[in-house]
């Protein structure tokens, strides 16, 4: 299954974008704010919203100041949360979140809708930055 954010245009350097979601620890200030639980240490994080499984990510790679990946951490649920980040001039970046998870039919459908919301939910915040 593999889900996209819209693209949204940051009035920030690649660099800075990077630097900032390449901070564990930042990704708490663009939750949604149906946020129940969050915890960070220096390469992962994990989070819960309310009426929602908790949920482990681990950076997984680094690409400066174009790409971040997160991995889930669950074997169960095997997925990753991907930053583009396109500079378009030294104070302007695009950025997109992209979903990419391996799903059987039936777990994809029930989880389509709600991890789409998430992450449209995640680029506004990061926009707002």
Known sequence: MN???PKVTVKKSSKDIFDYLSKIENFEQIMPENIDK???D????KFALKGMPEIKLKLQEQEEPKKIVLGSASD????TLTANIDEKSD????????FDGSFNPMVA???KSPLQKFINTLIGNIEKK
Do not use: H, T
């Not at 220096?42 to 994080?45: H, K, T, W």
């Not at 169960?76 to 997925?79: A, D, E, G």
């Not at 104070?91 to 992209?98: A, F, G, R, T």
């Open 38 to 40: 969050f915890e960070a």
């Open 76 to 79: 169960k649920f095997p997925f």
């Open 3 to 5: 889900l996209e954010s």
């Open 109 to 111: 459908m029930m989880v």
């Open 42 to 45: 220096e390469n992962s994080f």
């Open 91 to 98: 104070d302007s970046s695009e950025v997109q979140l992209v």
